[in-house]
């Protein structure tokens, strides 16, 4: 259910940017440590601004319970994580836990 940079989530958090909430794009730990709570803490209650894996900058917010079930993925990032484009965070899309072989 999580937006964290967990395994199942291919190691990335996955996030959304104001005011369109358009897409989760998928955030590097390097943008928030998610083993610092203050970090982790000041990310959710005043988003981030960073690069995400499409190389796309804004600022970043913590996605809701809907969004992490059912919002579009980023195509680009995607295709960067070498995962197929779905529905919600990479952990809640059943569809996205095999990476593509992308050695053809
Ligand atoms: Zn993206």
């Known amino acids: 259910m999580t ?3 967990i395994a199942e989530n291919f190691g990335h958090w996955w996030v959304y940017a104001a005011p369109e909430y358009s897409e989760l794009h998928a955030m590097p730990t390097t943008a928030v440590d998610p ?8 990310f959710r209650s005043e988003g ?4 995400a894996v499409c190389e796309t900058t804004d ?10 079930l059912y919002r579009d993925r980023c195509t680009a990032c ?3 994580l ?15 836990h095999t990476r593509k072989d992308t050695t053809a």
């Not at 981030?48 to 690069?51: E, P, Q, S």
């Not at 600022?59 to 992490?68: A, C, K, L, M, V």
């Not at 070498?82 to 996205?96: C, F």
């Open 59 to 68: 600022t970043w917010w913590w996605p809701g319970i809907i969004s992490r």
């Open 78 to 80: 995607c295709d960067r």
């Open 3 to 5: 937006a964290r940079p």
């Open 82 to 96: 070498g995962i197929p484009p779905g529905k919600g965070a990479p952990v809640n899309d059943d569809t996205s």
């Open 35 to 42: 083993d610092n709570p203050d970090t982790v803490e000041a």
């Open 48 to 51: 981030i601004t960073a690069a």
